[in-house]
């Protein structure tokens, strides 16, 4: 809608403020909680966002849960003709894991959190 000024052409309301941009700082330190050890930058540059801080745990505890999991497959496939059957399921776990951490980032970068059972209440507790 526009106003006619007496004096001069009309006159156009100002535009409505554009919509705030997403803080990059933030996004970019919610992937860097999911990369493995990359998650000590986050947990250690962002002391004051709560959010960036439970991703960073977030990240860590699912690296360690991650580690366990791949010392008990070494254990077990040591076991003759168990390390055969294992073999075939290396490949999903280890897809498995990069799954849920491709989840976790979407999820993160878009201001929500992906909870995994068992998983996640660790984070909470740190």
């Known amino acids: 809608m526009t106003h006619q000024d007496p004096a001069g052409p009309p ?49 860590l505890v699912l690296l360690v849960a991650e580690i366990i999991v791949w010392v008990v497959y070494g254990g077990l496939s040591m076991i003759p003709g168990v390390g055969c059957v294992l073999a075939v399921g290396m490949p999903l776990i280890w897809l498995a894991f990069i799954a849920v951490r491709v989840v976790c980032i979407v999820k993160g970068v878009n201001g929500q959190r992906f909870l995994i059972p068992g998983l996640s209440d660790f984070a909470d507790k740190l």
């Open 11 to 59: 006159v156009m309301p100002p535009p409505p403020p554009s919509a705030p941009a997403p803080d990059s700082n933030r996004n970019v330190m919610v992937v860097l909680a999911y990369l493995w050890l990359l998650a000590l930058v986050p947990l250690l540059a962002e002391k004051n966002d709560r959010e960036v801080q439970w991703h960073a745990k977030h990240g």
